[in-house]
């Protein structure tokens, strides 16, 4: 069943993709023999992470890219993990609109997903539904999200180069600072740029920068766009495409690519320990702790202990053999 | 040490408090102690958690309910966790001088803590500084969140009355009912409903109420504010007690506060097992497999489960004495 999925999801057949990510997404039993199965066909997308307040005019952003991008003859996949995002359903029905056009000619993939109820594996999510993509040949995946929250943010950390789009509205480029937006940039676009204050609100953001510890080479340059007509969004594509040149001309794209994987690896392990320890019977024996017990006296810590003595005795006595 | 801080922080000391959530914000290691030495002194505050989107005036509601508490010689502890909140150094210093006023007759704590780099344990965090306050004799404890964000969101589901603020902008209802936020409610607040469109707000609120699963007796109410002259605030105060006598009522409280023991149990494991298996030992192994490897043929997985496979046979050999 799987080997068929991976088979049309190589052969880049959407509906296969689809499911795919309804499986990651569902964190269905089948999902990690999924990503399992599909990993040898990725690394060969480049990965571009959109983030910003709301309202910024991400999405408008996303679509224009996506439109040179076609025009070059790519094939791009987005994934929306932003709750204000017209792509998951907000105000803004138009962009949505648009961007369904775009991707009736198949060469973009389109694709929104929930942020909530996640328990802190949203980002993990996002990344393994952008390795599906990745195995499908899509040449950009790009990913918006909004810059508010952590677990939000911590999906575009899984791209290679991180575009933060800012509005000329004051106090702005404080927020992104304190949101740690700032720290992550490797492009600023300040968009809506024919507004009032946009040449203030650049000098702001450079003015930050300065401060900012350089801890390579390369020089985060602010680009101004109205993306509501495109202007601008050309020059975004060349210095994102300057940005790979660098990362590719200094090994600094494999040591992110190789910090990446080093996370990923620790969120699989996680995950694992989390499943073997949290079996129906350790379940069980929480609860009824929990139920005869007396608040407020009952001491977590204890209860917790107990439970990890159990853990690890019956990992003593059945030898390594059940956890894998 | 610890003992010492932990007498200070049961007598109300207000300096002790700061250090002791500074311990706990910074995960040093005395933490864990900490908060095992100050759980027999909690379960005294009432919590209340405050969210909405960024400004809702949530900080200004904040600040007009300590105000009324403090009239009736209610102690008050403020925990902001809020990126966009004056508190955390946001844009509207008046209210953060206005708050530090009220703070100067000893009755009122006000302690921001940082959203970024927590790497989901936010909730832990602001759950625990929660304790702290609680042992130091605080009668209602205020966690403040915005309402983007699984993180910030899962801050807020540690109190016993959720209250969700809103603004008669369009859309909000629909972004909130997105966010996730009308399914914790416990109170709706439509703040500046001095402002056009406030009754179609209310309604539209009401009628998203109406389809929502009704699991209790309790009738979720709006009630409309305008914060920055305190109106209606004598009302919502009313609405939250009216709330917190429900669930003594029926018996809620004690049954909502089990499970949130019931998490807290299953945060503790989870710390504990990541810490038994992140030695440094392991570590070093991790990025000495990762520094070897060529992308993109490496696969997370197979190296996942050479460190879990280590990692059980290691228990094995130590038996469990290692690992409490």
Redesign the interface.
């Known amino acids: 069943m799987i080997i068929d999925l991976v088979n049309k999801i190589v052969n880049g057949d959407f509906k296969a993709i689809s499911k795919a990510i309804s499986i990651i997404e569902n964190n269905y039993s089948e999902s990690?023999e999924l990503?399992?199965k599909i990993?040898?066909y990725?690394?060969?997308s480049y990965k571009i992470g959109i983030t910003g307040p709301?309202g910024a005019g991400k999405s408008t952003i996303v679509f224009q890219l996506t439109k040179l991008l076609r025009r070059e003859g790519a094939k791009v996949g987005i994934i929306a993990v932003d709750?204000?995002s017209p792509f998951?359903?907000?105000?803004l029905l138009g962009d949505r609109v648009r961007m369904n056009e775009l991707s009736l000619d198949g060469g973009v993939f389109i694709r929104s997903m929930a942020?909530?109820?996640?328990?802190?594996g949203?980002s993990k999510r996002a990344d393994e539904a952008g390795d599906i993509l990745d195995s499908a040949g899509f040449d950009y995946i790009i990913f918006e999200t909004?810059g508010?929250?952590?677990?939000?943010?911590d999906v575009v950390k899984v791209a290679d180069t991180i575009v933060v789009v800012l509005v000329p509205e004051?106090?702005d480029s404080?927020?992104a600072m304190?949101?740690?937006l700032m720290e992550i940039a490797d492009i600023f676009v300040l968009n809506k740029s024919d507004r009032e204050g946009a040449d203030v609100a650049v000098n702001s953001i450079k003015s930050v920068l300065s401060f900012r510890q350089k801890l390579d080479q390369w020089e985060i340059n602010v680009i101004k766009t109205i993306a509501s007509s495109g202007q601008g969004v050309d020059e975004l594509l060349n210095e994102i495409k300057k940005h790979r040149d660098f990362l590719f001309r200094t090994g600094e794209f494999?040591k992110r690519?190789?910090d990446k994987?080093?996370f990923?690896?620790?969120e699989?392990?996680?995950e694992?320990?989390?499943k073997n320890?949290?079996t129906i019977e350790r379940e069980k024996i929480?609860?009824e702790k929990?139920?005869s017990?007396e608040?407020?006296?009952?001491?977590?810590?204890e209860?917790?202990?107990e439970?990890?003595?159990n853990f690890?005795?019956k990992?003593?006595l059945n030898?390594?053999k059940s956890?894998?």
């Open positions: 990690e990503i399992r990993y040898p990725t690394g060969k709301p709750p204000t998951t359903g907000g105000s942020t909530r109820g996640s328990l802190g949203l909004v508010v929250g952590q677990s939000e943010l004051s106090g404080i927020q304190k949101a740690g494999y690519r190789k994987l080093k990923k690896i620790k699989i392990i996680e694992r320990l989390r320890f949290w929480l609860d929990i139920s017990l608040l407020p006296k009952a001491n977590p810590f209860i917790a202990e439970l990890i003595e690890y005795q990992n003593f030898e390594t956890f894998h």
